[in-house]
Every structure is written in structure tokens, then in C-alpha cells.
């Protein structure tokens, strides 16, 4: 597959989200570290839910798995019962955090700022934000799509841009929220297309931005429709749901991607 300009490693990231807590999220753990053994050609995370991070990470520690939280508070300590900031991440052994999925967008009141101000956290905390953003079937059976795609980027472009990070760290996940848990995957030009339109509002940013962000798809990804997404220009990786609670079927994405 060529890409252009700076290498950009695919990147497969396991969304378990409230699945395999404790035990039985230690024992996936267990799995796909003898099932990812031998794959290096791609950079892999799984994200398991709070309770299960540490112990997740303690099972993968050494492996080439990283482990990422599925949410993130932007406050670095104080009165938020029930949330968890970016510190308190890092010390539970992850390296990376999802932001602003569309299921948090639309059940826990993540917003464009609140998700910019995440992303705007996380990056001072020296944690990997993977800022998601997909449109309703709504939107796009009304044509809105890229409207709704561009104003959900430009908010985490304007949370880099005010961060001191360098670019490059803050990964995009496009979700188009009608392919997520349904079986209805977006067809490769489909998702090429708003990947990208993504890719074309990171460069009137930057140029460099536009060339090292990665953009992974997500919303049904299985391991017959991975490579034939993996293949387009502008995909680079996958944010996988269902097919990530199994260690084969996660197993077998990740090498249909290298
Ligand atoms: P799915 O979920 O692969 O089960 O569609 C993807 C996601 O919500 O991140």
C-alpha cells in the first residue's frame, strides 16, 4: 500500500466497551497476546472498560498491545463523582484514550467541546487521544454528512492547535454512527470519501497534520470487510467494536491490515 509523505502505521484499535470487566477481560487479554504475537506490522490497543484497565494492562505488559481508556474527564482531580481523569489513566497503565464516541455523544452528553477540551487534556497529559466523529443516517440521508463531519473535526483541530503537543499524536476515528453495531459497514469509497474530506480540513490547517494524522474507520469492521476498507488511501486503521471481543476474529483484522 503506498502512502504518501510520513509513514503512517496502521492502527487497529479493540473498542470492548461494556464487555469483559475483571476476570474474563484479563482472560481476552491472555488470548490476544498469543494471538497477536506475530503481527508487527501494525500498532494495536485494546480498550477494556475502567474497572478491567489495570489488570489488562499488568496481563499485556511486554506485548506490543497497548491499552487505551474508552473516556476521559478534562478536569485533572475534583468533585466529578463517578469520572476519571487523564493522570488517573497513565497511573492505571494506559497509554492512549477514545474520545467523544458517538454512543458517549449520544447517551452521556459529550459535546464538540467538551470533546475538544479531552483531546486538549489528554495531549497535556501525554496520553494519545482517538477523537471519534461520524455523522446519524439522518444526516446522511439528508445530504449533511461533511457538515456534520467538518464542525465535529474543526472543534479537535482547534484542541490541537491550542495544545502545545506535537502533531501527529491525536489519532480521528470516523464512525458513521448507522455502521456501528448494525452490520451495515460503510462501503470502502463510501468511508474513502469522508476520510478524505477529513484528511483535506486537517491540511488547511497543516500540511504536516493532514500527512501524519491517522484516520481509522469504524462501524461494523469484521475480518471480511477489513482488508477491502485497510486498502483505501486515506484509512489507516480501524476502531473495531463487536469483532474485538474475540481474540481470532481480532487477530485476523489486525493482519488483514499490515
Ligand atoms: P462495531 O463498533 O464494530 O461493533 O460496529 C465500533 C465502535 O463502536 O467503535
Not at 476502531?239 to 474475540?246: D, K
Request: proline fraction near 3%.
Amino acid at each position: 500500500m503506498v502512502r504518501p509523505m510520513a509513514e503512517r502505521k496502521p492502527l487497529i484499535v479493540g473498542n470492548w466497551k461494556m464487555f469483559h470487566g475483571g476476570a474474563s477481560g484479563c482472560e481476552l487479554a491472555v488470548e490476544l497476546r498469543r494471538s497477536l504475537a506475530d503481527i508487527d506490522k501494525v500498532d494495536l490497543v485494546v480498550a477494556p472498560p475502567f474497572t478491567a484497565l489495570a489488570a489488562v494492562a499488568h496481563e499485556l505488559d511486554g506485548s506490543r498491545i497497548q491499552v487505551a481508556a474508552q473516556n476521559t474527564h478534562f478536569e485533572a482531580s475534583g468533585a466529578y463523582t463517578g469520572e476519571v481523569s487523564c493522570q488517573m489513566l497513565l497511573e492505571s497503565g494506559c497509554s492512549w484514550t477514545l474520545v467523544g464516541h458517538s454512543e458517549r455523544r449520544q447517551h452521556f452528553s459529550d459535546t464538540d467541546e467538551s470533546v475538544g477540551l479531552k483531546v486538549k487534556s489528554a495531549l497535556a497529559a501525554g496520553l494519545l487521544p482517538i477523537a471519534c466523529v461520524g455523522e446519524t443516517l439522518e444526516q446522511r440521508e439528508a445530504g449533511t454528512t461533511l457538515d456534520v463531519v467538518h464542525r465535529q473535526v474543526d472543534a479537535i483541530i482547534d484542541a490541537i492547535g491550542e495544545s502545545s503537543a506535537e502533531p501527529g499524536l491525536t489519532t480521528i476515528a470516523y464512525e458513521p454512527i448507522w455502521a456501528i453495531g448494525t452490520g451495515k459497514v460503510a462501503g470502502p469509497e463510501q468511508a474513502q470519501e469522508v476520510h478524505a474530506a477529513i484528511r483535506a480540513r486537517l491540511a488547511r490547517d497543516s500540511t504536516q497534520l493532514s500527512e501524519i494524522t491517522r484516520i481509522l474507520y469504524g462501524g461494523s469492521v469484521k475480518p471480511g470487510n477489513s482488508a477491502s476498507l485497510m486498502a483505501c488511501t486515506d484509512i489507516d486503521g480501524a476502531l473495531v467494536g463487536g469483532a474485538s471481543l474475540n481474540a481470532e476474529s481480532f487477530a485476523n483484522i489486525a493482519r488483514s491490515s499490515g
